[in-house]
């Protein structure tokens, strides 16, 4: 089945994405599970029970800032506070009964850990992330998993509908979130997608922009 662990919505400072249309979209790229990782912010967690998403499992999730780069954290009850070293944050991932993925881990201009990555005690790693400019943040993180044998993870990590599903993750067929989890910390993963167009990105910040400046009227 497959999966999208890395999606922003409005409840990101970067991102306008509704939670219905992230849902519908989902459904039209036949993805099987999502996470909605927001920067710092776990307000879709909740707002999403209001949202019908029969058919769509949707993993608590949240993207944190360490003090060195972003770690996604998935399948958590709480909170997890930013700006922490990654390896506060991903104790205390793990204490959440939830799993740390480094996101994009090569990308220096994003935010990732750098080679750092290798001597944490993560998860998985990013292997696929749609939103790279040249491939070579990708490249290294497909060897590093390869070298390490730690779990490779494709994600969208979009910040807007045409980017959804762009990359995502292959796992055997779960019902439940636990059991995604369950495949992932074992390996059973593949990661697979291509790059989200640039003319799509460039569109869309252009779009937040112009919605961010409208004035507002009385």
Known sequence: ???DTH????YSKDSIMPLEDIIRCSREKNLKAIAISDHD???AIEAIKDVEHDGIIVIPAEEVSTSEGHIVALGI???????QTPEETIDQIHDNGAIAIAAHPYCFYRSGVGSMVTGLNIDAIETRN???ILGVSNYRAKKTSEKYDIPPIGS??????????SCYTQIPEAYDVEEILKYIKKG?????????????IIREVI??????????IE
């Open 1 to 3: 089945m497959k999966i």
């Open 7 to 10: 999606i922003h919505s409005k």
């Open 41 to 43: 912010e776990i307000g």
């Open 77 to 83: 009850t709480e909170y997890i506070k930013p700006l």
């Open 130 to 132: 749609s939103r790279y």
């Open 156 to 165: 969208s990590d979009a910040h807007f509908i045409e980017g959804i599903g």
């Open 188 to 200: 059973k993963t593949s990661a697979h997608g291509i790059r989200t167009p640039m003319k799509a």
């Open 207 to 216: 779009r937040k922009k112009g919605q961010r400046t409208k004035p507002k």
